[in-house]
């Protein structure tokens, strides 16, 4: 049988000495897709370390590597816009996700754009904060750290979060290091192109043959093996909770930074004003937002909380007849409806009972019903932890809370959270309420919204992807948002007393750019230093 | 016998079930000193983390909590300025440091200096790194833990890193979090008198109770509860590498963020061109600086790296004798001399040589000779680990290495230090060679100096007291230099649609102070939006 080879130190090459191999299965016929690719052993990761970090020491040896890179970037986003068809051919077989819009319309244009916005970052240089004490002559800035980068990407954006085109490739490749991607494995096809036209593009724009790296699969002990090693700069990670938690402590372990996101919620409390006012509404915009992409985005609202009463018994009857009447979309893989399915025993166990749904769905792709379930206040408080277990479908849970204590009682004991909504009257009516809930949510979620859903994740500098633990590995860092991304794969490096001619030329008297914002003495500026 | 009350929740009480007590101990007599602090047990621990929560939470509802967290700040310097007295004669008695200069003269200064930089950064509210994306209404910005943050303070430095006055501690206050002290135990009494001023300040400016607490020891078990306790927000570790990662492995394994500054040999690479220049002052230098605090600074130079020649055995001579003719500084405890006595033992199965000093004074105090070891390049490389011990003290090993390329293997071979120098001629003979082991060097530290001893480390904005592994636990951040040492206790809150009377004043459209420095749109400014 022949494998697809991986990507390594400048060459599409054998996997050495494979521990075995897989396919990858259409969502939507639940039949293997041709190709095999290699399960990598530890010397892949060995050789794929090591000429990581030749190209780390290549890179910082370019003359201006910031310009350089912004070139790769700038080239690789052309070379997959003209490689779209069969990107999204291959990607539409190994998700089941619609061609377009999904994939053609909204998630490979998103994907480009932070590529390009990438390039723009690199080549301003302002997220290096550089930050310049004239009168000490102490000057410092965030820098590439030097080794490569490790990137696992999570299954459900082949595109967007592609551990070879996605935010966290961006991010690495933006701040000056070479990746090692990790392709997701369902869909390694995707992966493939991606590297193919990334490698290209590389080799067009002069950077070092190890620029960009690829493997498919490693077994568990081996991708240990790859976050700790001794000569890995950093980790960013996407994916299951599960997985995660066991990269994070091999990494950590060794000392290694590790970025995760891992799992979220995501509570949307609905206050009694907003409620009263537009129930059917909010009813309906949830049941959207809970839908896309089958449920399956890292944002998806899957808990609901409410004040009891009339209007709550409303809304929940809106609700239930909007999932009820939802068609539901197609899962990533076989794991899809088992997990959903695990994830509603856990919370029935503990007091929610279904209104719609709960079933898998036995026709030729891999579904699951849209799926609504209700618990009081009183049962979330009980077993928080329980209440909370992420279901990775279309799927939320409505806490129905006896008043706006018990609503605050059940902000204050979430996990860190993705995200957190507040759904308010349009008038002033919930201000008191929104002065008591916002605070307790607040402090347990990355990015707060008010009277918006959570689903849309805008490639803004003000974007926060990111929360407290576990939703993430660290509170302070996002996973999307150029150019705060890029702070996750740097180092700070400060330079005392170094003669002029030696500082990297970010840090010199003169703007590199021209137009490069610099703390100057304690005053952002895009100036010269005066002498 | 009668403990020491620790202080928790707004009051100085006796300990709840402590497992023990200790006393310092005097290191210039080696009598122990007068005073009983209990070592806390579990019940402390629980009592100060949820009053800590409680005072988080009191906080975020004070209508201007930048404000009064620098009213306290410049309030409690200038009762530190007023008791200044008492804090040397106590601190002179529990660390052996002369009262003056040392204490009066240099630390006490450094550190009300500090709590007033921490209190004009919280009212300036430029270190939240504020990002304002108006198109999309998605604003950001980062903001205190919501939470309690834990501090240990160091052995080395019983004004400037007090775990309840120094560097840590100003740093989590100022960006808005409670902190509850973990004394040294070897300044109790010390850390005591900071505590009541403290909490008279925090009284004296309506702080929460629980803004500041003190517990003064631990058992190892206790300790690893406090820093993963699920309502700590952070913990801030300086101290030895072995307790460090212990704390580190409890705090990840919880997912709480812990910054520790843990171990740094801080290399010495001294070009031949600088060694054939001015060889004899450069040694005067490095002596001086060696001996600065006994040896005891985090930043202490313990490696030099010279190449082999004429120049480098003079060089050598005259260090050997610089040292010889040294005055051996008190050690801060009875650990002093054993563990530089082991280090020296590691050092020396390893193939160095001891030039001059070796052996532990026994007169009254816990004393060191000064002393200076020898090995070849080869001997590092054979196993750089062992040739990396740490000897806290007055110590100092030379790698003498063949050639240029043995000295960047040297660099290369080097675990994360706080700090790197690089010694040059005054013209461009040594141009060459620092452009081969300036790049190698300089990924394995925070802190890359040129013709500049590491001792001194400037409260800069610039600064950065920090490094790779195992320097620090993450290379992004910085212990000293404000305001950037207050983003290592915040997380990244974004707001996403949130109506304009309900983001915090530093995210409105009016800037709220009039100076803030914010990015708007992509341009930092100090100006309101324009709407």
Redesign the interface.
């Known amino acids: 049988m022949t494998f697809k080879p991986v990507l390594i130190a400048g060459a599409w090459r054998p996997a050495t000495k494979p521990t075995g191999a897989f396919t990858a299965v259409n969502p939507a016929t639940r039949q293997p897709l041709g190709d095999h690719y290699p399960v990598s052993s530890i010397h892949d990761v060995n050789a794929a370390v090591e000429a990581g970090r030749e190209a780390a020491?290549a890179l910082?040896?370019m003359p201006d590597a910031p310009e350089a890179i912004a070139r790769f970037l700038d080239d690789y986003a052309a070379r997959i816009e003209g490689a779209a068809g069969p990107l999204v051919e291959m990607a539409a077989q190994e998700t089941g996700y619609a061609p377009t819009p999904r994939l053609a319309s909204v998630e490979l244009p998103r994907t480009t754009n932070q590529i390009r916005q990438g390039a723009a970052a690199a080549r301003a240089r302002s997220w290096t904060l550089a930050?310049?004490?004239t009168k000490?002559n102490?000057?410092?800035y965030?820098h590439a750290?030097?080794?490569p980068v490790v990137v696992f990407g999570p299954n459900n954006f082949p595109f967007a979060f592609n551990s070879i085109a996605g935010g966290d490739f961006v991010a690495a490749i933006a701040a000056g290091n070479p990746v090692i991607a990790k392709a997701n494995t369902g869909h390694p096809g995707t992966t493939r192109l991606f590297a193919e036209l990334a490698f290209e593009a590389a080799r067009a724009t002069g950077m070092p043959p190890a620029m960009v790296q690829l493997l498919y699969r490693t077994p568990a002990d081996v991708g240990f093996a790859l976050v700790s090693h001794p000569h890995v700069a950093a980790t960013g990670f996407t994916g299951s909770k599960s997985a995660g938690l066991q990269l994070?402590?091999a990494a950590?372990?060794a000392?290694?930074?590790i970025y995760l996101e891992m799992s979220s919620v995501n509570p949307v409390f609905i206050l009694p004003g907003a409620l009263a006012e537009r129930s059917a509404a909010i009813a309906k915009e949830l049941a959207g937002s809970c839908a896309m992409g089958a449920g399956q985005f890292c944002t998806r609202p899957g808990l609901t909380v409410v004040k009891a009463g009339a209007d709550a018994d409303a809304f929940i009857t809106e609700l239930t007849a909007a999932f009820a009447a939802g068609s539901p979309g197609t899962l990533l893989g076989a794991a899809g409806p088992t997990s959903i399915a695990s994830a509603l025993d856990v919370l029935r166990a503990h007091g929610a009972d279904v209104l719609t749904g709960g079933q898998p769905i036995n026709d030729g792709a891999f579904r699951f019903q849209p799926t609504v379930l209700r618990a009081t206040g009183a049962a979330f408080l009980a077993d928080p932890d329980a209440l909370q277990t992420e279901a990775f479908g279309t799927v939320t849970t409505v806490i129905v809370a006896k008043d706006i204590d018990e609503m605050s009682a059940v902000a204050d004991h979430l996990e860190?959270n993705l995200?957190g909504c507040l759904y308010?009257h349009t008038g002033g009516d919930d201000d008191a309420d929104?002065a008591r809930v916002?605070?307790v949510l607040?402090?347990r979620v990355?990015?707060?919204?008010?009277?918006?859903m959570?689903t849309g994740v805008?490639v803004?500098?003000?974007?926060?992807h990111?929360g407290?633990?576990?939703a993430t590995?660290?509170?302070?860092?996002?996973a999307v948002g150029i150019p705060?991304s890029l702070?996750?794969f740097?180092?700070?490096?400060?330079?005392?007393?170094?003669?002029p001619h030696?500082l990297p030329r970010e840090l010199q008297d003169k703007n590199p750019t021209g137009t490069m914002?610099r703390?100057i003495d304690?005053t952002?500026s895009q100036a010269d230093v005066i002498g």
Chains 1, 2 share one sequence.
């Open positions: 020491t910082e040896a930050t310049l004490d000490t102490i000057r410092s965030y750290l030097g080794g994070k402590a950590e372990r000392g290694k930074p860190g995200t308010t929104y916002a605070p607040r402090r990355g990015r707060l919204l008010n009277d918006k959570p805008a803004s500098p003000a974007m926060n990111g407290p633990y576990p590995g660290h509170p302070g860092f996002t705060a702070l996750r740097a180092m700070l490096q400060c330079y005392d007393n170094v003669r030696r914002w703390l304690g952002w």
